[in-house]
């Protein structure tokens, strides 16, 4: 009688365990599952534009901005920083990365210096290219990596640039990364809408698979148009 009662202890406690690591697997509420979904749904955007404004190591302050738009293959760069100092100095850099070869760099006097680069990395069908496979690092939250290293906390929902989103906290256990912070994922959509990080700063995410007008000299729109140009 004793082990038979055992018996169908041990059996309900696994049933247990098993449709609860189930539950934990397909539930939506899932932190890995709700990343996952915002790595696939990356995948997909062909345009958007980011801000970040915060610290560094060896700035008081830096703004960035970039606008991607992968159907022209136009990826536009700009950055303001203050470095630390007893009199520092303000610098500003503004670049229009196009197809796989072509820089145009803004000069002091507002006139624009343009380039070849010999190296496909960091061009702008680098960049796309890696928007398409969910390795874009720098430019986007590295998911990739999140979904390696980190665990994930449901936090709040709030509404970042009139998307409604949920807010996730993370925090990376990796070698080469500590790092905290949280990722608001849009409902709908499931794309990244802001980033929170620890000591660091913040990141805003916007117009996603939106048409973007550059402001831009029309040396530009005229290489992103080229047919001898190469996405």
């Given at each position: 009688m004793?082990?038979?009662l055992?018996f169908w202890i ?5 049933a247990?365990?098993?449709i ?8 939506p509420e899932?932190?890995d599952a709700?990343?996952q ?8 955007v062909k ?9 560094t190591?060896s700035?008081q302050?830096a ?7 992968c159907?022209q293959?136009?990826?536009?760069k700009r ?13 500003t850099?503004?670049?229009f ?11 002091s006097?507002g006139?624009?210096t343009?380039?070849k ?20 690092r720098?430019?986007l ?11 994930f906390?449901?936090a709040d929902?709030?509404t ?12 990376m256990h ?5 790092q905290?912070?949280s990722v608001?994922i849009g ?45």
């Amino acid at each position: 009688m004793g082990s038979r009662l055992f018996f169908w202890i041990g059996a309900i406690v696994l049933a247990g365990l098993f449709i609860w690591g189930m539950d934990y697997v397909l539930t939506p509420e899932n932190g890995d599952a709700e990343f996952q979904k915002m790595l696939d749904a990356t995948e997909q955007v062909k345009s958007f534009r980011g801000t970040y404004v915060g610290s560094t190591p060896s700035t008081q302050h830096a703004e960035n901005l970039w606008e991607v738009d992968c159907n022209q293959a136009i990826v536009h760069k700009r950055s303001t920083e203050l470095p630390m100092g007893a009199n520092p100095v303000e610098s500003t850099e503004d670049i229009f990365l196009v197809r796989s070869d072509q820089k145009f760099t803004r000069n002091s006097d507002g006139s624009w210096t343009q380039t070849k680069y010999t190296s496909v990395q960091y061009s702008a069908s680098w960049y796309c290219d890696n928007l398409a496979q969910g390795s874009l690092r720098d430019l986007l939250p590295n998911i990739r990596a999140m979904l390696r290293s980190a665990t994930f906390g449901k936090a709040d929902k709030k509404t970042v640039n009139g998307v409604a989103c949920q807010n996730w906290k993370f925090a990376m256990h990796s070698a080469s990364s500590g790092q905290r912070g949280s990722v608001c994922i849009g409902l709908q959509d499931h794309l990244p809408y802001e980033m929170i990080t620890d000591n660091v700063g913040h990141y805003s995410y916007t117009d996603y698979n939106q048409p973007l007008q550059f402001d831009a000299p029309e040396a530009v729109l005229q290489a992103a148009s080229s047919s001898d140009g190469s996405n």
